[in-house]
T-cell receptor, first 112, second 114 residues
């Protein structure tokens, strides 16, 4: 039962352009969403989060958008840089629950 | 560096042996989590502690797995009688018990069971 889905296993984007990573969820109890970035053989690094009371959160080059009615969130990276090449995981948690449920990840490759 | 620290980073063991991983969380964080990640998958929740109390365990955590956090500081995850299916990256994370569940991961401990 995959409650958090990242349907694109990989994405390639030209350096300087916008990268858009997508995530869908099925559990309507989820109220907090996060994006993590992971390099090979390292642990995930927190990037940005959003609460369900918001529909957008921005931090530098990273913006997360949340569409609660569609149960969809996206991460925008602009401009994309070579160092952004990594696997990106979407994660969600429900109110009162401590665990995060992760998607399967999207491998982003930035082409110089 | 005051991030989450895990040891060892890599462990190769023979099937049937016991292994233990250690995690030192960020010093002011009272919550500590263990996750497991296999290739092509996202991290999967195993268990979490608030201070020294283990408050939740996933059904993924079989009887061969035990986690402790004796003084509410560092934690250990022991796997007894390892099986090849235990091969994975074991991730420790920590957080403060405030609103929003942003957790911070360590670099992980790779386990290979041969």
């Amino acid at each position: 039962d995959q409650q958090v889905k990242q349907n694109s296993p990989s994405l390639s984007v030209q350096e300087g352009r916008i990268s858009i990573l997508n995530c869908d969820y099925t559990n309507s109890m989820f109220d907090y969403f996060l994006w993590y970035k992971k390099y090979p053989a390292e642990g995930p690094t927190f990037l940005i989060s959003i609460s369900s009371i918001k529909d957008k959160n921005e931090d530098g080059r990273f913006t997360v958008f949340l569409n609660k009615s569609a149960k969809h969130l996206s991460l925008h990276i602009v401009p994309s840089q070579p160092g952004d090449s990594a696997v990106y995981f979407c994660a969600a948690s429900a109110l009162g629950a401590e665990k995060l449920t992760f998607g399967t990840g999207t491998r982003l490759t930035i082409i110089p | 560096d005051t991030g989450v620290s895990q040891d060892p980073r890599h462990k190769i063991t023979k099937r049937g042996q016991n292994v233990t991983f250690r995690c030192d969380p960020i010093s002011e964080h009272n919550r500590l989590y263990w996750y497991r990640q296999t290739l092509g998958q996202g991290p999967e929740f195993l268990t979490y502690f608030q201070n020294e109390a283990q408050l939740e365990k996933s059904r993924l955590l079989s009887d061969r797995f035990s986690a402790e956090r004796p003084k509410g500081s560092f934690s250990t995850l022991e796997i007894q009688r390892t099986e090849q299916g235990d091969s994975a990256m074991y991730l420790c994370a920590s957080s403060l018990s405030v609103s929003g569940n942003t957790i911070y991961f360590g670099e992980g401990s790779w386990l290979t069971v041969v």
